[in-house]
């Protein structure tokens, strides 16, 4: 009899440990998903605001290069007009 009471006494034992690692198991995989549903919204974020960082940054560099390019434009005009009109003088024109 108290052999059988020692072994009852165990198996509760046992079944109460078996739930808790029951609901550890489910709240460690609950709190799994919480934290990867917060990282992939955390990291979409982080991607969109790299995104348009990046785009502000390639708008400044476009809008540096069309500047540049312009100037580059002029120059060499003014250059071609000014080398023009010294040939022109050469040659008696201009």
Known sequence: MRQH????RKLDHIE???ELATKTVEDAERLAARITDEAEKESKAEIRRIAAETEARATELM????????????????SLKRSSGEAG????RG
């Open 16 to 18: 109460a440990s078996h």
């Open 89 to 92: 003088a050469r040659y008696g």
């Open 5 to 8: 009471r020692e072994s009852i």
């Open 63 to 78: 809008a540096e290069a069309e500047k540049r390019a312009g100037e580059l434009a002029s120059a060499n005009g003014r």
